[in-house]
Every structure is written in structure tokens, then in C-alpha cells.
């Protein structure tokens, strides 16, 4: 799968005649707890030629490439992703952090290399506490529930757990966040729903788990509460300006 994902991404370079400068894995795959049908989810990254950005006419910063069974491809341009990361978005911190990476540069290294300088502890919390909520209310509320709900509830709020102990963006891999920020109580609970995440189809289901509903019932508000009350800082321009300059160059 690995090689075709590259020949899809060598297939993008030449015909949209950019420079890729990381691609990696975004999903269920990159968190840790896929199903046996998941899809793959690659994101990348990708630089245009400098007289492309000179030009009065707008053009696209997305380039969507291929979505199907199997595959989901697509990919931000470099202006827009050192946009977002002006503002902290946590998506840009997540792709940074992906254990799945299929295709780095030099580039790429330079874009790690600043990230700690846009984190936002404020903006973050408030993107892990509302996608948290959102997930609760639209997914979680019925007698049966999508298995994989519960992890996409349950992931940002351990997420926001480890920003506030960390201080830091948090890491991608599900496994890693649980050992560091879940009440040890809930662990075995959390072992055997992610075992059965694992054998069920994406779509799989299961009845209601009450200790798990509670805990995300607690944190919920508790994580809120607590990004309202954070100051956010603002960021500087200078050195995205710079690192896009040196990019295009």
C-alpha cells in the first residue's frame, strides 16, 4: 500500500507540478485503533514554483486528489498551512506529529523546527473540547453507538489533558495519550473497547458503556471551563514569512 500511495503522490507533483515536501497519515491509522476497513487517510504538504505566488490571479491552496474505498488523498498548500499555523491550528500540529509518514524533505524539517513557537495551549483546548462535544452530542447519545465514536470523543479530551500537563501538542498515537493522561480505573475498560475497535468493521457498534459515557460527561466541562479562563498570545509573522520565503526560493 505504501508504494502506491507514493506513486499517487509522484502521479500529483507532475500533474499539478509541485514540490511535496511531506505526506503522512492523518486517520484512524495514524491514531492507533483502525478497523479492518479503514480507509487511508494521506495528507501532505506541497510548494508551487515562486512565479506561481506572483501572480495577481487567485489559485487554489487545496489540491484534492483521490477519495474512494481505500483511498482519501489531499493536500494544503504551503501558504495556507503556515496561515493556519499563525493561528495555532491544531490539524497542522497533528500532521507534523504522524507516526505514519510516507514522504519527507528537507523542508519538512524546517517546518518542525518553528512549531513549538505557534502552539497555542488556548486555541488548542478549545478545539479538543468542541470536537469532543460535537461527537458526544451527534453520535454518542442513543442506546447503541458507533464503536469508533467513542474514540473520536474520547481522544481529544485526553488530548487536552495533555496540554495542560505538557504543556506541549499533544502526540497522535491514542495508546500514548491513554498511558499518560486516563484515570487508571478505566484502563482495562479502554483495552477491551480498543481490541473491539480493532476486529469490528468501520461502521461497527456496541451497546452503551456507562463508565466511559460518565467520564467524557466530567471532562467535557472541565476542559472548557478551563480554555475559557487561558490568555491567548499573539503570534508573530516574521518567521512564517521567513520559512516561506526560503521555501519558494
Known amino acids: 500500500m505504501r508504494e502506491i500511495i507514493l506513486e499517487e503522490l509522484r502521479k ?8 511535496i515536501i511531506m505526506a503522512i497519515e492523518s486517520g484512524s491509522r495514524a491514531w492507533g485503533f483502525a478497523s479492518p476497513d479503514s480507509d487511508y487517510d494521506v495528507r ?22 483521490k ?12 501558504r495556507k498551512a503556515l496561515q493556519l499555523l499563525h493561528n495555532s491550528n491544531p490539524t497542522v500540529f497533528e ?14 524539517a524546517w517546518l518542525k523546527e518553528i512549531l513549538p513557537m505557534y502552539f497555542s495551549e488556548k486555541k488548542s483546548l478549545y478545539h479538543y473540547w468542541h470536537t469532543a462535544d460535537s461527537t458526544y452530542r451527534d453520535h454518542l447519545t ?11 470523543a474520547l481522544r481529544p479530551l485526553l488530548a487536552a489533558k495533555w496540554i495542560l500537563d505538557k504543556k506541549t501538542a ?12 486516563l484515570e487508571e480505573e478505566l484502563k482495562p ?15 461497527g457498534k456496541s451497546s452503551k458503556i456507562p463508565a466511559i459515557d460518565a467520564y467524557i460527561q466530567q471532562k467535557m466541562p ?3 471551563a478551563i480554555a475559557e479562563e487561558g490568555e491567548g498570545k499573539v503570534a508573530e509573522w516574521d518567521a512564517l514569512n521567513e520559512l516561506f520565503l526560503r521555501m519558494v526560493k
Request: charged share 40%; with cysteine; glycine share 2%.
Open 12 to 19: 500529483i507533483e507532475e500533474q499539478e507540478n509541485v514540490k
Open 44 to 65: 501532505f504538504i506541497y510548494v508551487r514554483k515562486e512565479t506561481d505566488y506572483l501572480k495577481l490571479e487567485k489559485f487554489r491552496d487545496v489540491i484534492e486528489w
Open 67 to 78: 477519495l474512494d474505498d481505500v483511498l482519501d488523498i489531499n493536500g494544503w498548500d504551503i
Open 95 to 108: 500532521w507534523c506529529a504522524s507516526p505514519i509518514v510516507y514522504l519527507e524533505t528537507e523542508e519538512f
Open 142 to 152: 442513543g442506546d447503541e453507538v458507533k464503536v469508533k465514536k467513542y474514540f473520536y
Open 170 to 181: 499533544p502526540p497522535m498515537l491514542f495508546e500514548e495519550l491513554m498511558e499518560a493522561e
Open 189 to 203: 475498560e479502554l483495552d477491551r473497547l480498543l481490541a473491539l475497535k480493532k476486529t469490528l468493521p468501520e461502521m
Open 222 to 224: 472541565e476542559i472548557k
